[in-house]
């Protein structure tokens, strides 16, 4: 139960679960990026206590870094279930997620405790349970606050405990559980400690996608809308409606690019009844008008709100 679990521990799966498969193939990537991070995993996973004390030793650990909506946390959690079906012959897999947020920063001290209770104690003992651990934490600066530019207005003496913390946490939990592979995602990698950079084995850089990556990710949609509504076929099928997409949605990230795709269905009343009925036309108006939101000046506080059609 969620009420038993350790402080800043937000959920613990076991893996492989057929109900975590989606995810690693949902991210539209380049197919060597994805190599990199399974094979950097499974070397950890795998032979982490074997590399132990050598020179070569990996710190197990690896950063998605990139501008929102880029696909880092769906990346990560899909490299936990890729990892976990690679190792499944020797094991099954403990994902960890971690919330960072759930650490207090009110009393001086206190954000410290926490976090060196947290990989010291809780990590150990979760990781203790299978022979295979990762540890996914999203938006990973709210942990390891970049010392060098941390505010001495607000509390700075916890912040920079904290982020000690979590270095040393870190190297102990490398010590005890060297099989143990930490995952994180960070939308501002400048606000990260550079010594927390430092000491990872992979740093992946997600961008926004291109010409050339954005009519995937449209055809990657439509082929889930065509799964429920098999008259859609035909337009998860049509490369030109595909890069004509591509064009109009240029410059947006990948999650807006797929909520466009699925927005396109309540623009008419008649589609969000039956989306079988979905045109490309449609798709080009739901594409013109998440272009237009792009380059919109942003809502103020208590402005109105309106529709832009």
Same mark, same amino acid.
């Given at each position: ?121 809780? $990590?150990?003992? !979760?990781? @203790?349970? +299978? =022979?295979? %651990?990762?540890?996914? #934490?999203?938006?990973?600066? *709210?942990? /390891? &606050? ?23 946490? $870190?190297?102990? !939990?490398? @010590?005890? +559980? =060297?099989? %143990?592979?930490?995952? #994180?995602?960070?939308?501002? *990698?400048? /606000? &990260? ?42 337009? *998860? ?73």
């Amino acid at each position: 139960m969620t009420s038993a679990l350790p402080q800043g521990v937000a959920a613990v799966h076991a893996l492989p679960a057929d109900h975590h498969d989606g995810p690693w193939d949902a991210v539209v990537t380049d197919p060597a990026v994805k190599e990199r991070l399974l094979a950097t995993a499974v070397l950890v996973l795998r032979h982490g206590r074997r590399l132990a004390g050598s020179a070569v030793a990996p710190h197990g650990l690896i950063v998605l870094a990139g501008p929102p909506g880029t696909g880092k946390t769906t990346l990560a959690q899909g490299l936990a279930q890729a990892a976990a079906r690679a190792l499944a012959p020797h094991g099954a897999t403990t994902l960890v997620e971690v919330d960072p947020h759930a650490f207090p920063s009110e009393m001086l001290g206190e954000s410290q405790r926490a976090v060196s209770r947290l990989f010291r104690e809780s $990590l150990p003992e !979760l990781a @203790a349970r +299978r =022979p295979h %651990t990762l540890v996914l #934490v999203d938006e990973v600066e *709210a942990l /390891a &606050v970049r010392r060098q530019a941390a505010s001495f207005d607000t509390n700075p003496v916890d912040v920079h405990r904290a982020t000690d913390a979590v270095l040393s946490g $870190l190297d102990v !939990l490398r @010590a005890q +559980r =060297p099989g %143990t592979l930490l995952v #994180v995602t960070t939308n501002f *990698a400048e /606000a &990260v400690d550079d010594a927390f950079l430092s000491r990872a084995d992979l740093i992946v850089r997600t961008e926004l996608p291109d010409k050339e990556v954005i009519p995937l990710i449209v055809a990657d949609s439509l082929r889930e809308l065509a799964a429920q509504w098999p008259e859609l076929a035909a337009l *998860a099928a049509d490369d030109a409606v595909h890069g004509r997409m591509g064009e109009l949605l240029r410059g947006l990230d990948g999650r807006r690019i797929r909520k466009t795709v699925h927005g396109a269905l309540a623009l008419r009343l008649a589609t969000a009844r039956d989306p079988s009925l979905l045109t490309a036309a449609d798709l080009y108006a739901a594409a013109e008008e998440a272009a237009a939101e792009l380059t919109a000046p942003a809502l103020t506080a208590g402005g109105p709100a309106r529709a832009a059609r």
